[in-house]
């Protein structure tokens, strides 16, 4: 009824439309500059009192008044924690297990969706579901198995054990094998009639075409790894085969609720690294994410 | 050469060759892979369920067939109803919280803003970070006497909430940081899903005087429904999962407040060595997420056979 009255007082509808049409934008961009000051906030806080809490003193934690900012910025805290908890050996657990898992998924990611997609064999679907039934299957559900199997094979407590029950890949094989089944197959027909081997053709075509989804798939499984916890957890029995999430968990047993400044001293030790891959690499892991999703 | 090439026999013979070469590639190529899954997958999951039968403490040299005594147990057992509600409250307030905010986030920042990579980066941050590492800060976050969030209230005059040690709002504060995680995945796929809706749709809903609720209602939602699809799925699947933060948080505490099914499996096998108990728990769980994978299975067929 309103709607109508006004249309009459204007001179055409067009205007009024293109009118109401502006309003409206006006009104969604200033929501979509909101959403973005919430955004920020909302991830900015948390972070914020994560870094304030690293450089402030014990007095400042725990006074009545929590001040937003400390008095003064000062990195006792780094010390106390690198030098309270093995960190350095810490990181070199961290850094070993995540490169040699992610590099075990990231071979077997690539051969296998190449197989799938190139290379002939009867009941290759078969293949293709067994897979599926794989991802089906969480690792907390296999986990007391698994630790069995690593124990008798006596590999608790080493690297081997931490990487090798998550060495093959299902989901990231999934992203390969859609990107390469989207790749023209004259290109591989091409290669294969100038004589080259499966091989050759997969890491001198395929791989190099296909980079961006090789880079998500390592960049997915890089992530994962290093931030694993549940099975390092039970797999390592010892300070010096823990890694960085398992550390600090045993550091907030010791030391939390006395250290906050040193526990989220320490909790950057192992944030940053991630942080810094991320800032690097975040257009691969955020499009390639996106993409695999809304191709389904 | 040629004439020998031609002959049939010889010709099927040269096929066979050239199969069998390529099987044993296909082998090699994806055999390792299979392999592994046999090992860490497929046999510890018929193990799982074998051991869900026995009596085995882990330690003992004792494993004796039990049958269903085991699943019996489940069922008497005072705590396995609340970590079944705990299970159903968190992994739907969770998922709900993630898809509406999600959906919000994608709508809004899905417009020509300044700075929207950006948001969209930063909110997408908490995805990558160690779930322990987090966990630990929101600890220090909630903690009701220094920590942020008693630090916002108290010019407000207002207590905080005891959150981790009060058992009404234990899970509430695990759910938070659930969402605090994913929220940022969930408006990534939104805005990857709404980009792909066409751009003309929405004008010819505008040539038709369609509203700004009436457009969002019948161009935006359909258009999404296939991505909202994935990421309830998803969603649940993860928060089934959900271990780090809780088991950093609260231990599946305080007083079986936060105990969902994945603590409940941890705590059984690896702290009280009821290892077929944890079988069973386990089996619930995959029996679970086998379900809901199918239905994500079936909605993947669906997009390659339209597409």
Same mark, same amino acid.
């Given at each position: 009824?309103?709607?109508? #009255?006004?249309?009459?007082?204007?001179? #055409?509808?067009?205007?009024?439309?293109?009118?109401?049409?502006?309003?409206?934008?006006?009104?969604?961009?200033?929501?979509?500059?909101?959403?973005?000051?919430? #955004?920020?906030?909302?991830? *900015?806080?948390?972070?914020?009192?994560?870094?304030?809490?690293?450089?402030?003193?014990?007095?400042?934690?725990?006074?009545?008044? =929590?001040?937003?900012?400390?008095?003064?910025?000062?990195?006792?805290?780094?010390?106390?924690?690198?030098?309270?908890?093995?960190?350095?050996?810490?990181?070199?657990?961290?850094?070993?297990?995540?490169?040699?898992?992610?590099?075990?998924?990231?071979?077997?990611?690539?051969?296998?969706?190449?197989?799938?997609?190139?290379?002939?064999? =009867?009941?290759?679907?078969?293949?293709?579901?067994?897979?599926?039934?794989?991802?089906?299957?969480?690792?907390?559900?296999?986990?007391? %198995? +698994?630790?069995?199997?690593?124990? +008798?094979?006596?590999?608790?407590?080493?690297?081997?054990?931490?990487?090798?029950?998550?060495?093959?890949?299902?989901?990231?094989?999934?992203?390969?094998?859609?990107?390469?089944?989207?790749? =023209? %197959?004259?290109?591989?027909?091409?290669?294969?009639?100038?004589?080259?081997?499966?091989?050759?053709?997969?890491?001198?075509?395929?791989?190099?075409?296909?980079?961006?989804?090789?880079?998500?798939?390592?960049?997915?499984?890089?992530?994962?790894?290093?931030?694993?916890?549940?099975?390092?957890?039970?797999?390592?029995?010892?300070?010096?085969?823990?890694?960085?999430?398992?550390?600090?968990?045993?550091?907030?047993?010791?030391? *939390? +609720?006395?250290?906050? *400044?040193?526990?989220?001293?320490?909790?950057?030790?192992?944030?940053? =690294?991630?942080?810094?891959?991320?800032?690097?690499?975040?257009?691969?892991?955020?499009?390639?994410?996106?993409?695999?999703?809304?191709?389904? | 050469?040629?004439?020998?090439?031609?002959?049939?026999?010889?010709?099927?013979?040269?096929?066979?060759?050239?199969?069998?070469?390529?099987?044993?590639? @296909?082998?090699?190529?994806?055999?390792?892979?299979?392999?592994? @899954?046999?090992?860490?997958?497929?046999?510890?999951?018929?193990?799982?369920?074998?051991?869900?039968?026995?009596?085995?403490?882990?330690?003992?040299?004792?494993?004796?067939?039990?049958?269903?005594?085991?699943?019996?147990? !489940?069922?008497?057992?005072?705590?396995?109803?609340?970590?079944?509600?705990?299970?159903?409250?968190?992994?739907?307030?969770?998922?709900?919280?993630?898809?509406?905010?999600?959906?919000?986030?994608?709508?809004?920042?899905?417009?020509?803003?300044?700075?929207?990579?950006?948001?969209? &980066?930063?909110?997408?941050?908490?995805?990558?970070?160690?779930?322990?590492?987090?966990?630990?800060?929101? !600890? $220090?976050?909630?903690?009701?006497?220094?920590?942020? !969030?008693?630090?916002?209230?108290?010019?407000?005059?207002?207590?905080?909430?005891?959150?981790?040690?009060?058992?009404?709002? /234990?899970?509430?504060?695990?759910?938070?940081?659930?969402?605090?995680?994913?929220?940022?995945?969930?408006?990534?796929?939104?805005?990857?899903?709404?980009?792909?809706?066409?751009?003309?749709?929405?004008?010819?809903?505008?040539?038709?005087?369609?509203?700004?609720?009436?457009?969002?209602?019948?161009?935006?939602?359909?258009?999404?429904?296939?991505?909202?699809?994935?990421?309830?799925?998803?969603?649940?699947? &993860?928060?089934?999962?959900?271990?780090?933060?809780?088991?950093?948080?609260?231990?599946?505490?305080?007083?079986?407040?936060?105990?969902?099914?994945?603590?409940?499996? $941890?705590?059984?096998?690896?702290?009280? @060595?009821?290892?077929?108990?944890?079988?069973?728990?386990?089996?619930?769980?995959?029996?679970?997420?086998? /379900?809901?994978?199918?239905?994500?299975?079936? $909605?993947?067929?669906?997009?390659? &056979? $339209? /597409?």
């Amino acid at each position: 009824m309103s709607a109508r #009255t006004q249309t009459e007082t204007l001179p #055409t509808p067009r205007r009024a439309a293109s009118r109401s049409m502006r309003a409206e934008e006006t009104l969604s961009k200033a929501l979509g500059y909101s959403a973005i000051v919430f #955004t920020v906030l909302i991830i *900015g806080i948390p972070v914020f009192w994560l870094i304030t809490g690293a450089l402030k003193t014990n007095r400042e934690i725990f006074s009545p008044n =929590p001040q937003w900012l400390p008095s003064q910025v000062m990195f006792d805290n780094f010390t106390k924690a690198w030098e309270g908890a093995p960190f350095g050996r810490y990181y070199i657990n961290s850094f070993i297990t995540t490169i040699l898992g992610a590099a075990c998924e990231i071979t077997m990611g690539i051969t296998t969706a190449y197989a799938l997609v190139f290379v002939r064999f =009867p009941k290759r679907d078969w293949v293709f579901v067994l897979l599926l039934v794989a991802l089906m299957v969480p690792e907390e559900v296999v986990i007391v %198995p +698994n630790y069995l199997t690593i124990a +008798n094979w006596h590999l608790v407590n080493t690297y081997a054990g931490i990487v090798l029950p998550g060495a093959s890949i299902a989901f990231g094989t999934f992203l390969l094998r859609q990107y390469f089944r989207s790749l =023209p %197959p004259e290109l591989i027909d091409a290669a294969r009639v100038d004589g080259a081997g499966h091989m050759r053709t997969m890491l001198s075509i395929i791989v190099p075409i296909a980079a961006p989804a090789v880079a998500t798939a390592g960049l997915l499984s890089v992530v994962a790894k290093w931030n694993d916890y549940l099975w390092p957890l039970i797999v390592t029995s010892t300070a010096d085969m823990r890694t960085l999430p398992i550390g600090i968990s045993w550091l907030l047993d010791q030391e *939390g +609720n006395t250290e906050w *400044g040193v526990v989220m001293a320490a909790t950057l030790f192992v944030v940053v =690294p991630v942080v810094l891959v991320f800032l690097y690499a975040q257009r691969f892991l955020v499009s390639g994410i996106a993409a695999g999703a809304v191709k389904g | 050469m040629q004439n020998t090439a031609r002959h049939p026999a010889n010709s099927i013979r040269r096929l066979i060759k050239r199969d069998w070469r390529e099987w044993l590639v @296909f082998l090699a190529f994806a055999g390792p892979n299979v392999a592994l @899954f046999a090992i860490f997958t497929y046999t510890p999951l018929i193990n799982n369920l074998l051991l869900s039968f026995s009596d085995w403490n882990m330690i003992s040299a004792d494993k004796n067939f039990v049958g269903l005594q085991n699943y019996v147990d !489940i069922i008497n057992d005072s705590q396995m109803g609340k970590v079944l509600l705990n299970t159903v409250l968190f992994t739907s307030s969770s998922v709900l919280l993630v898809l509406l905010l999600g959906l919000g986030g994608g709508l809004l920042l899905n417009q020509k803003l300044r700075g929207r990579n950006a948001a969209r &980066s930063i909110l997408f941050t908490p995805n990558i970070l160690s779930g322990a590492a987090i966990a630990i800060v929101w !600890i $220090y976050i909630f903690d009701p006497r220094f920590g942020l !969030i008693y630090t916002v209230l108290k010019p407000l005059g207002i207590d905080s909430p005891k959150w981790l040690t009060d058992p009404n709002w /234990a899970l509430p504060a695990i759910v938070i940081v659930y969402v605090w995680k994913y929220l940022g995945y969930a408006t990534v796929i939104y805005i990857a899903g709404l980009q792909a809706i066409p751009g003309d749709l929405y004008e010819a809903a505008r040539v038709d005087g369609a509203s700004a609720w009436m457009r969002f209602r019948h161009v935006t939602l359909p258009g999404l429904s296939p991505v909202m699809f994935f990421l309830i799925l998803t969603s649940i699947l &993860s928060s089934f999962q959900s271990f780090d933060i809780i088991n950093v948080m609260t231990k599946g505490g305080p007083v079986n407040a936060t105990n969902t099914l994945i603590y409940r499996l $941890y705590e059984l096998g690896f702290i009280n @060595f009821a290892i077929g108990r944890a079988g069973v728990i386990g089996m619930v769980l995959f029996v679970m997420m086998f /379900a809901v994978t199918l239905l994500q299975l079936r $909605y993947l067929d669906r997009q390659v &056979s $339209y /597409a």
